[in-house]
């Protein structure tokens, strides 16, 4: 079992930036690729970000590439992700998840989730 905690949001202006975190708990997070999902309200889950547990490499969200990126430290356990230049859009509770093997899209494919945080970006 991988219990997984965000921490990091809160509300903050068009155009800031907010980096999130993600702390795993219960086994090393170096065999699990890690993932963020957002949903807005009203919305379906969407994938944002993904990671891969051994070479790093990172997928991102064609509409969100350039502004959001995601990191991790195996070492730490923790899996980041920086957002910049914020729109109102963004608003969303935003998800870490991992599962084991590669990264993909689908959030039914990922084994393990935290309980979310909310981002709010006012005008």
Do not use: H
């Not at 991988?2 to 708990?25: F, I, K, T, Y």
């Amino acid at each position: 079992q991988v219990q997984l905690v965000e921490s990091g949001g809160g509300l903050v202006q068009a155009g800031d930036s907010l980096r999130l975190s993600c702390v795993a708990s219960g086994r090393a997070l170096n065999v699990y690729a890690m993932a963020w999902f957002r949903q807005a309200p009203g919305k379906e889950r969407e994938f944002v970000a993904a990671i891969r547990s051994n070479d790093f490499s990172a997928y991102g969200s064609d509409s969100l590439k350039g502004r959001f990126t995601i990191s991790r430290d195996n070492a730490k356990n923790t899996v980041t992700l920086q957002m910049n230049t914020l729109q109102v859009e963004d608003t969303a509770v935003y998800y870490c998840a991992a599962r084991p093997g590669s990264i993909t899209t689908p959030s039914g494919s990922y084994d393990y989730w935290g309980q979310g945080i909310q981002v709010t970006v006012s005008s």
